[in-house]
């Protein structure tokens, strides 16, 4: 009963603590491929921690397939770590996305949307170290997809 009662107490002092993997303060880089409506994007964005469960991320996407769009927007994500009490080697949020996405290449291909970019995402990852891996579902007005890939703590 003793040893019982002390691993419930080592459990609940171990997620008292959770808080985005971030926090307030952290940077983080992202970057991977994507999957959307766009064709196979690659991207790059930078978190940065405003708050102990909010992020701001700038990021920057472009297709493997012509290099004919460029995606810029900006995200805001709130963590659900410290709500949901989630051990800091994963991260659930979600969040808004402002962008803007324009025709390189000025070809007229609309494959793709061209113009003001505002969505939402909801994502995870799950970090080994200072690395982890990412997962985003996200969609808005730039289209739908998946984005897959690596984070790095700063």
Same mark, same amino acid.
């Given at each position: 009963m003793k040893k019982t009662i002390f691993m419930l107490a080592l459990v609940g002092c171990f997620f008292a603590n959770a808080q985005s993997p971030i926090g307030k303060g952290g940077k983080q880089v992202n970057f991977g491929v994507a999957l959307s409506t766009n064709g196979?994007?690659?991207?790059v964005s930078y978190d940065f921690g405003v708050h102990p469960d909010i992020t701001i991320t700038p990021q920057l996407a472009t297709n493997l397939n012509g290099f #004919?769009? *460029?995606g810029i927007a900006c995200k805001g994500d709130y963590h659900f #770590?410290? *709500?949901l009490e989630i051990p800091q080697n994963w991260d659930f949020y979600t969040g808004l996305k402002l962008g803007f996405n324009a025709d390189i290449n000025n070809d007229n291909d609309k494959d793709y949307h061209d113009g003001l970019d505002l969505g939402l995402q909801i994502g995870g990852r799950w970090y080994w170290s200072d690395w982890g891996?990412?997962?985003e579902f996200?969609?808005?007005?730039?289209g739908f997809g998946s984005q897959f890939g690596l984070s790095k703590k700063l």
């Open positions: 196979v994007p690659v991207y #004919n769009w *460029l #770590n410290t *709500l891996i990412n997962l996200g969609g808005g007005a730039g």
